[in-house]
């Protein structure tokens, strides 16, 4: 992996991340329930098919997997 890849593969993870803190976040205090959280990763997955529609297989398995974890954090909204 030459320099440019490794610098667009960490930016990406440093934004999924990011963004997954910032969901996370929102569900923790309140503003966001845990059903609208994993809500927009499905509709967010959905909306990169659309423009990458080669991807769905690996999008949907990944919203599947990123969904999931907002199961195994307790966020007092069982």
Do not use: C
Not at 29 to 46: I, P, Y
């Amino acid at each position: 992996m030459d320099n440019e890849d490794k610098s667009a593969a960490a930016l990406n993870l440093l934004t999924n991340r990011v963004l997954f803190d910032f969901i996370s976040l929102q569900v923790d205090a309140g503003r966001m329930t845990v059903a609208e959280a994993k809500a927009l990763v499905h509709f967010s997955a959905d909306e990169v098919i659309k423009g990458a529609p080669d991807l769905h297989d690996e999008v949907k398995r990944l919203a599947i997997l990123i969904a999931n974890r907002f199961d195994e954090t307790d966020y007092g909204q069982a």
